[in-house]
């Protein structure tokens, strides 16, 4: 799955249709069971109150919210995030930090780009590159300690 920095979410579509998008291309669901699986995701975001809403009618944070959606709905094991918290506050970007960690809890494996120190925090692992090469490689001491 992929999550832009942009949310890339049609304006023309309700936060439902966005993540319907995601599963459309299989072609393997009906119309109802691509509704369900999408509220069904929205609502694991915390989005199920605003399952209808335009994009223009939520927030930054609820928009990243639907691309996080959108890119989990047929559930990758490998999630690719460019600067997901790029254009959020601070708080929602803990936020979203946190609905990452979970995700990574439950097994799935999350590659993010930042050049947030506060948000690379949050990875178990840290690359570090500077003028195209790795600059640092560490795990960050949260893991270390997870591992003992």
């Given at each position: 799955g992929f999550i832009f920095q942009q949310h890339n979410l049609l304006a023309a579509l309700t936060a439902s249709q966005?993540?319907?998008?995601g599963l459309r291309a299989t072609g393997r669901f009906s119309r109802a069971e691509l509704?369900?699986?999408?509220?069904?995701?929205?609502?694991?975001?915390?989005?199920?109150?605003?399952l209808d809403k335009k994009p223009e009618q939520m927030s930054g944070g609820q928009r990243q919210r639907v691309a996080i959606a959108r890119a989990l709905?047929?559930?990758?094991?490998?999630i690719l995030a460019d600067e997901p918290t790029g254009n959020l506050d601070?708080?929602?970007s803990e936020?979203?930090?946190?609905?990452?960690?979970?995700?990574?809890?439950?097994?799935?494996?999350?590659?993010?780009?930042?050049?947030?120190?506060?948000?690379?925090?949050?990875a178990h692992r840290v690359l570090s590159i500077l003028d195209g090469q790795i600059?640092?490689?560490?795990?960050?001491?949260?893991?270390?300690?997870?591992?003992?």
């Amino acid at each position: 799955g992929f999550i832009f920095q942009q949310h890339n979410l049609l304006a023309a579509l309700t936060a439902s249709q966005n993540v319907e998008l995601g599963l459309r291309a299989t072609g393997r669901f009906s119309r109802a069971e691509l509704r369900r699986r999408a509220n069904a995701m929205l609502d694991a975001v915390g989005l199920g109150a605003h399952l209808d809403k335009k994009p223009e009618q939520m927030s930054g944070g609820q928009r990243q919210r639907v691309a996080i959606a959108r890119a989990l709905v047929n559930n990758p094991s490998i999630i690719l995030a460019d600067e997901p918290t790029g254009n959020l506050d601070s708080k929602t970007s803990e936020d979203i930090m946190l609905l990452f960690d979970h995700l990574y809890n439950q097994g799935n494996t999350i590659i993010t780009v930042t050049h947030e120190r506060d948000i690379a925090n949050h990875a178990h692992r840290v690359l570090s590159i500077l003028d195209g090469q790795i600059a640092s490689d560490h795990t960050n001491a949260r893991e270390k300690a997870a591992v003992h």
